[in-house]
Structures are given as structure tokens and as C-alpha cells.
């Protein structure tokens, strides 16, 4: 799948954030430099501990880094630490992390945690505009509004938790969704039906996606970009047909035979 339009997106330019002092010090994330275009699906892959969330919370700006910089539409949004800069940002970049539990407020039902999440949108926005973006959100994610709008926490299941948190996520219609394995709470037949989901947002408004999995399987079959995370460092990246094709670092190739083998066993 070639990517909608060539104009860079984001970039990070020599990215790095340690952990620790001294001999306990970890390089989660050491010397990271990618680029991400308008509407590209691209899939962060690697082994547990290779840095990927590290990434993931870099690029949202939730960490800062500790050397390099990252780049949005061109600007330089490193040093960006006030909460109105970020609140702008947010309204660009969004998330969905792997366990909703963790982000959910049990007080608020799902309207009002939508409308929370449409930011610094929801005050330009009339109650009637309000609602049909929060209606939009839901039905993108397979869920009827009717039915959840009036929901808590407690009143769901795990599954309709983690399509509500990719609703609040969706709802800004952000021009880039970081994805932090979103669908390992759900089953199998939930997984493929977000999945489709997300895929058709780029064709709608352009939306870029960043998966970040353990899934190669899953990374090949619905990217167009492979970036391999070994030990903080991006040891390859690239096309996914080139990638799958002739992998040119040893750890995608053991990579690629892992996901193979399991694929055959399972
Ligand atoms: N807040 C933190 N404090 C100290 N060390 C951290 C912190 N966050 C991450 N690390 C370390 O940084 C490294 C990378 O962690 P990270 O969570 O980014 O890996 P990951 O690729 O997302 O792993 P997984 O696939 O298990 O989610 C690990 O060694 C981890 O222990
Ligand atoms: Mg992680």
C-alpha cells in the first residue's frame, strides 16, 4: 500500500531518553531517527524491552526526551512543555495504549469522557456539533451510540472499554494515532474489525497511523513502513514488501523466522 501523499508528518531526529544513572542506566530509547507521512501505516516492532512504548510516550510528548528532537508539520515541538502547547498538539496527535482500565475515569460516562476528549475543539463547538462528533467517534468503532452514550466504566466489557478509549482518541480526528498494542484486550473477531476500522480513517481524512506490536504477522499484514527496535536502537527500516522480501539486519531476519514458526505452530 503506497502512503496517500508524501509531505512528512512527523519526524525524530536523533531521539534518545535514558533511565537510570550511571551503571544501572538503560538507553530505553538511544539515538532514534524516522519519519512518518501524511496518512502512512506504519508498525514499530520489536521484543519486550526494545523501547517501543519509550517511543510511543516520546512521540506523544508525555516524556521528554533526553537528546534529538521531534518534528510535527515541520516544527521543532521538542521544547514544547506548556500545557496550552500541548493541548494544541493533542489536537494532532492522539493515543491508545493497551489497557483502558488505566485510563478510565469510573465517574464519567462515555458522552462526557468524549466530549472531554474533543479538548480545545469541544469549546468551539455547539452542543448539537458536540454530539454528532462524539455519535461519529462511537460509530467508527463499531459501537452504537444509543446504546453507550449513557455508560460508566463498570457497565462495560473489557472489549467495549478499549473501543471507547480509540473513540476519545478518535474523536479530535487526529492527524496521527500512536496505537500501543490497542487490540490485545480483545478477541480475535473485535481485533480484525478495529483493525479495518482504523485502516479506512486514513482514507477518510488522511489520518496517519504508528502501531507499536509485538505482532509481526500483524505489523506486515497492515502496514506500508516497518520500523525493528532492537535494545533502544532502530536497527531497520523500510517498505514492508522490501523488509519481508530481504531483511538486511540479523534481528529482523530472527524476528521474521520467530513470527513464522509460531504462525505454523498456531
Ligand atoms: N519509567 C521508567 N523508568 C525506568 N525504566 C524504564 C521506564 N520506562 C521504561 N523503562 C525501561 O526502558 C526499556 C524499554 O521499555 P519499553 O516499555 O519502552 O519497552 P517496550 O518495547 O514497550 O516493551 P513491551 O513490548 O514489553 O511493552 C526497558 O528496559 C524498561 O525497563
Ligand atoms: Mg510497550
Do not use: C
Amino acid at each position: 500500500m503506497p502512503h496517500a501523499d508524501d509531505s512528512v508528518l512527523i519526524e525524530t531526529q536523533h531521539l534518545t531518553r535514558t533511565f537510570g544513572q550511571g551503571a544501572q542506566q538503560v538507553r530505553a530509547v538511544d539515538d532514534v531517527s524516522l519519519r512518518l507521512h501524511r496518512g502512512e501505516i506504519a508498525s514499530v516492532v520489536g521484543e519486550s524491552g526494545s523501547g517501543k512504548s519509550t517511543l510511543a510516550r516520546l512521540m506523544l510528548r508525555l516524556l521528554q526526551p533526553s537528546a534529538g528532537r521531534i518534528l510535527f508539520e515541520g516544527a521543532d515541538v521538542t521544547r514544547q512543555s506548556r500545557l496550552p502547547e500541548l493541548r494544541r498538539y493533542w489536537q494532532r496527535v492522539q493515543a491508545v495504549f493497551q489497557d483502558p482500565s488505566a485510563s478510565f475515569n469510573q465517574f464519567l460516562t462515555v458522552r462526557r469522557l468524549l466530549e472531554r476528549g474533543l479538548g480545545l475543539e469541544g469549546s468551539r463547538l455547539d452542543s448539537k456539533e458536540r454530539d454528532a462528533r462524539v455519535r461519529w467517534a462511537l460509530e467508527r468503532v463499531a459501537l452504537n451510540p444509543g446504546e453507550m452514550l449513557a455508560k460508566l466504566s463498570h457497565e462495560m466489557s473489557g472489549g467495549e472499554r478499549q473501543r471507547v478509549m480509540i473513540a476519545r482518541a478518535l474523536v479530535v480526528r487526529p492527524l496521527l494515532l500512536l496505537a500501543d498494542e490497542p487490540t490485545t484486550m480483545v478477541d480475535a473477531s473485535s481485533r480484525a474489525s478495529i483493525l479495518n476500522v482504523l485502516l479506512d480513517l486514513r482514507d477518510e481524512f488522511g489520518m496517519a497511523i504508528l502501531f507499536i506490536t509485538h505482532d509481526v504477522s500483524l505489523a506486515t499484514y497492515v502496514s506500508d513502513t516497518l520500523f525493528v527496535m532492537h535494545d533502544g536502537r532502530l536497527v531497520e527500516s523500510g517498505g514492508v514488501e522490501r523488509i519481508t522480501a530481504s531483511p538486511e539486519h540479523a534481528y529482523t531476519r530472527q524476528l521474521f523466522a520467530d513470527a513464522f514458526t509460531m504462525s505454523e505452530r498456531g
